[in-house]
């Protein structure tokens, strides 16, 4: 394959095998996939479910449908929560606790393509069924009959709703693995032996969607390796259209090759995806690690932040919590603020603008129109504004300076796209003295970790609107990657708090 995008499909060649790990003989493509075939086996962001919060949703139904259970037969026997004594009430209350700890010791959460679907089930049954038989024995001996009764029934029927729960998950994930829905979209930089056998174990496994390999070396790397094309050099990769769909990175150049994997990870440190390098797979025991954990071991970083599935679920649920208060609470601002638009100059109310989303992402931000109708300006790459631009408005100017053009944000927020505290998303395309801005700084894409906000820690340290100096966006850029290695639900809470006080000491301030 030559140099470059233009150049990525090539003559086919004599069909001919590969030895995948030495003992087998696979047929493998006759020619170079292009990167709009690798293109076809990404699955959309929006649509792809993450695993640990599969794993998390689980183990909070088997905790909400035992404590459904108890209850129910607490109060079928006489019993009240509130009034009965705590003797009587805490047998009822074990039943989700032991429960919960049984399918825990016995791997019953450990959800694997490769492992058969009888000895998953084996696994909860046999967890949950042993757990809660302990229990009932320890009960039988300190209780009298009638209440060992009421506990054994109680246990009978959780433990009958916890395997029947287990077993729809299991077929769910199995399905669902197969499908290609739980993987992340993952892409290999180097054709080695590293690559070769990560590309076996997810055969089996199948928790990474493997997109392609890329390997600058293409005169000595084969056209395909287990199935996944080598597809292009690492500039292919850099320049790929469908590159913020992709949400690992794994290098897999053997570390004794310290020189290249130097090269590889300081050219790759400018992409917002997380960056892996994937140091051995000899050893690997399938039963006791997963392909997706060892691709995610902290110590293997080079580039990112390892994933805080409890961080991204609090801060999901915050935007959606107090998105939606703030969208009822400034309901009458919003209504009035379209009126006074509609009625200051002739055009839409909101204006739609294309703008870089988490890693990287297009996404269209909503704002309040605060210039003249422009119909092409949501589609062209927007001039900064300039002080007494003539292009804004009379109302565009007052809530430009008091940030109410960007509250109709908050649905992005709801919608997924954004949250409320973030980088500001830029415009594609933003030129700040006659130079794309994510060229100025070298670390400008590592803003897009997380998702843009809609205020953040650069807009309380007084980094809000243009920047039309270099400065101005190292600066921003600075603050940025603070906010992206500190972020945390009290320091969100801290900015969002911070935010009315600070625009309202800085009017004047162009925006």
């Not at 450990?110 to 058969?116: E, G, K, Q, Y």
């Not at 029934?153 to 729809?168: M, N």
């Not at 930089?189 to 390997?215: H, K, W, Y």
């Not at 990112?304 to 009458?332: C, E, H, M, Y």
Request: charged share 20%; aromatic share 6%; with cysteine.
């Amino acid at each position: 394959m030559a140099d470059g995008l233009q150049q990525l499909g090539i003559p086919a060649t004599p069909e001919r095998t590969e030895d995948i790990g030495g003992a087998v003989s696979t047929p493998v493509l006759t020619s170079r996939a292009s990167l709009s075939d690798a293109a076809e086996r990404i699955r959309p962001r929006n649509r792809t479910i993450n695993r640990p919060m599969m794993r998390e949703a689980l183990k909070l139904a088997d905790i909400a449908v035992a404590a459904i259970v108890s209850f129910l037969f607490l109060n079928a026997g006489g019993y009240s929560l509130l009034q009965s004594s705590v003797a009587a009430v805490l047998p009822f209350v074990f039943i989700p606790v032991v429960m919960s700890w049984g399918l825990r010791r016995a791997d019953a959460y450990n959800l694997s393509f490769a492992r058969p679907v009888s000895q998953m089930l084996l696994r909860s049954s046999i967890g949950s069924g042993l757990a809660l038989a302990g229990l009932v024995v320890v009960v039988s001996l300190l209780y009298p009959a009638r209440h060992t009764s009421i506990v054994l029934g109680a246990a009978c029927l959780a433990f009958t709703f916890a395997v029947a729960v287990h077993a729809h998950v299991i077929i769910l994930f199995k399905v669902l693995t197969r499908n290609g829905v739980l993987s992340e979209n993952v892409v290999l930089v180097g054709a080695t032996p590293n690559a070769r056998r990560l590309l076996q174990r997810n055969s089996e496994s199948r928790e990474l969607n493997i997109v392609g390999v890329f390997d600058d070396r293409l005169s000595r790397a084969p056209i395909a390796m287990g199935g996944v094309p080598v597809v292009g050099r690492l500039d292919d990769l850099m320049n790929w259209d469908r590159l913020p769909d992709i949400d690992r990175i794994i290098v897999t150049v053997t570390s004794d090759a310290r020189v290249r994997v130097r090269q590889l990870v300081d050219r790759l440190r400018v992409l917002p995806q997380r960056v892996v390098l994937l140091l051995d797979l000899e050893g690997f025991d399938p039963e006791s690690e997963s392909l997706a954990r060892i691709a995610r071991s902290p110590a293997a970083y080079m580039s990112g932040a390892p994933d805080n599935l409890r961080r991204v679920v609090i801060k999901r649920a915050a935007d959606i919590l107090f998105g939606s208060l703030l969208l009822v609470l400034f309901s009458p601002i919003l209504l009035a603020t379209a009126i006074a638009v509609k009625l200051d100059s002739p055009g839409p109310v909101f204006f739609r603008q294309k703008r870089h989303g988490f890693n990287n992402q297009i996404i269209r931000v909503w704002k309040f129109r605060s210039m003249r109708h422009d119909p092409e300006a949501e589609n062209r790459m927007g001039q900064q504004t300039v002080h007494r631009d003539p292009r804004v408005t009379r109302v565009g100017k007052f809530i430009r300076m008091t940030s109410i053009d960007e509250l109709p944000q908050l649905l992005n927020v709801l919608s997924g796209e954004m949250s409320l505290v973030g980088p500001r998303p830029h415009a594609i395309g933003m030129t700040t003295e006659d130079a794309e801005v994510q060229g100025l700084v070298s670390d400008y894409a590592h803003r897009h970790r997380v998702k843009p906000g809609i205020t953040g820690w650069a807009q309380i340290n007084g980094s809000r609107g243009p920047v039309h100096s270099r400065e101005e966006v190292r600066e921003r850029v600075r603050l940025d990657m603070e906010y992206v290695n500190r972020a945390s639900f009290w320091f969100d809470l801290f900015i969002m708090l911070a935010t009315a006080p600070c625009l309202l000491g800085d009017w004047r301030r162009q925006r």
